[in-house]
């Protein structure tokens, strides 16, 4: 937009001047994308942006037929709220407080906590060997492990690297369900390592409670010999034979802690990678590409001609 502005102006002389002034306004710099323009750039260089789609096609599929496949194994466990130890001091837990004995309950996040637990990755992995199959891709990092190098890997890294790629679990808050899931590159594998924390995580809570019921018993037949009336010492009594049922039961009953309701089976298909996702990704972003070098290369093009 221009607009002349006109006014007087006193010259030494005296006399007045008629002054024009004249504002130019910048025109707006139009920053929108034109379709149009996008349209020709790519139909001018097509056969660009076919070389880079073709490309990345071709680098998808070889990466998706070349990477390693990676199976996964589910477990669907039911926490078991009624175990005979939680059960014995449910019913007698009253009788023992009247005797003045103090006796611990169950708590129903416990168990939930041990599977979750390092710990139990940690026996896993010794009792099963794992170091150097969970490194077999770092070979020279074991090698210095084993030969004590600068930087050797312990226990440690493979808890951290077992929780981060094999394992992982969820519970469903409203079925109070537990799914542990199980990754790894061989289907029979994951099956079996699936299977086996489930059954060591039950073994460590049942041992746990035996022993806690050993040290119960010992301190309920400390109490009854010291126990001079009558009614103590059946209350007592009632309660160390309901305590010994309930360890005889538990040495007995592998499913402790957590009941399998769908037990791990070998997968019949890979988990990861998923081929058809991996190629129309890279397809899609090879057109993409292509796209924008079209682009570029007609705006370079017209300042170039603009310049001269």
Known sequence: MTGPMQGDRTTPSGEQVEVQRIYIR?????????????????????????????????????????????????????????????????????????????????????????????????????????????????PEQMHKSLSGGETPLDIRDGVSKFDRVVRSISEDNKTGLIKLSVQWTDAEVAADWARKLVAKANDQIRQRSIQESEQRLKYLNEQLAKASFIELREAISRVIESEVKSMMLAQVQTEYAFKVIDPAVVPKYRAAPRRTLIVLAATFVGVLLGVALAVLRRNSAFVSSGRR
């Open 26 to 138: 910048e025109p707006a710099v139009d920053d929108s994308i034109d379709l149009r323009q996008v349209w020709d750039a790519a139909w001018a260089d097509k056969w660009i942006i076919v070389a880079i789609t073709a490309v990345c096609f071709v680098a998808s599929v070889a990466y998706a037929l070349l990477a390693t496949p990676i199976y996964r194994a589910e477990v669907l466990l039911a926490p078991v709220s009624d175990n005979p130890m939680e059960s014995s001091l449910a019913r007698f837990g009253g009788l023992a407080n009247l005797a003045g004995i103090s006796l611990g309950t169950g708590d129903d996040k416990h168990a939930m906590a041990v599977l979750r637990s390092k710990a139990l990755v940690e026996d896993f992995i010794r009792e099963e060997k794992l170091m150097p199959v969970l490194f077999a891709d770092e």
